[in-house]
T-cell receptor
Framework: SAVISQKPSRDICQRGTSLTIQCQVD?????MFWYRQQPGQSLTLIAT?????????ESGFVIDKFPISRPNLTFSTLTVSNMSPEDSSIYLC???????????FGPGTRLLVL | AQKITQTQPGMFVQEKEAVTLDCTYD???????LFWYKQPSSGEMIFLIY??????QNATEGRYSLNFQKARKSANLVISASQLGDSAMYFC?????????????FGTGTQLKVEL
């Protein structure tokens, strides 16, 4: 399976600031996904990021709050903008390998907003 | 729309025993995939096992097996010979395989604690 890394692994941020999370894959993948896991909750899909096109956002998530870039087939970024304490979560990227139906996840970014 | 239900918020099992984690699902997709992931306290999501709705046999991966009962819409995870390192949160998930959707829908998870 693909090896996925995320930076930073964790961060503590002040209210009103923004944080950009990076996701790097060791092979080319078409589909990349960004999920949020609020404390004690399950995972919720934020958006799907395809190379060469704008990200597709799920209901309840907007581009102004969570802008996403996908400059190539091995890299994506998620920015959490104008943060509030409610944004404190684990943010995970995942990839779907070509010709496979399974999604593999990165190690996650733990974000605490004060 | 898809829905995953995990009714066991917490489970305890003794080391070396087998444990079954329950998962039921609902979907209108004629073809779909079912997944189990393990999330230790570190937060990473570790893929364990996959079952396609079209598969005739239940999936197995080492000590993990998936008890797939399509008519009952259940996809229970069986962990044999439990180890202390199996203590973690376990999530059942599914996605439709038709219509181009790739979104994974997750259940609320089961916290498994393996005891000596």
């Amino acid at each position: 399976s693909a090896v996925i890394s995320q930076k930073p692994s964790r961060d503590i941020c002040q209210r009103g600031t923004s944080l950009t999370i990076q996701c790097q894959v060791d092979s080319q993948v078409t589909m990349m996904f960004w999920y949020r896991q609020q404390p004690g909750q399950s995972l919720t899909l934020i958006a799907t990021a395809n190379q060469g096109s704008e990200a597709t956002y799920e209901s309840g998530f907007v581009i102004d709050k969570f802008p996403i870039s996908r400059p190539n087939l091995t890299f994506s970024t998620l920015t959490v903008s104008n943060m509030s304490p409610e944004d404190s979560s684990i943010y995970l990227c995942s990839v779907e390998e070509p010709d496979r139906e399974t999604q593999y996840f990165g190690p996650g970014t733990r974000l605490l907003v004060l | 729309a898809q829905k995953i239900t995990q009714t066991q918020p917490g489970m305890f099992v003794q080391e070396k025993e087998a444990v079954t984690l329950d998962c039921t699902y609902d979907t209108s997709d004629p073809s779909y995939g079912l997944f189990w992931y393990k999330q230790p306290s570190s937060g990473e999501m570790i893929f364990l096992i996959y079952q396609g709705s079209y598969d005739q046999q239940n999936a197995t991966e080492g000590r993990y097996s998936l008890n797939f009962q399509k008519a009952r819409k259940s996809a229970n995870l069986v962990i044999s010979a439990s180890q202390l390192g199996d203590s973690a949160m376990y999530f059942c998930a599914m996605r439709g395989l038709t219509g181009g959707g790739n979104k994974l829908t997750f259940g609320t998870g089961t916290q498994l604690k393996v005891e000596l």
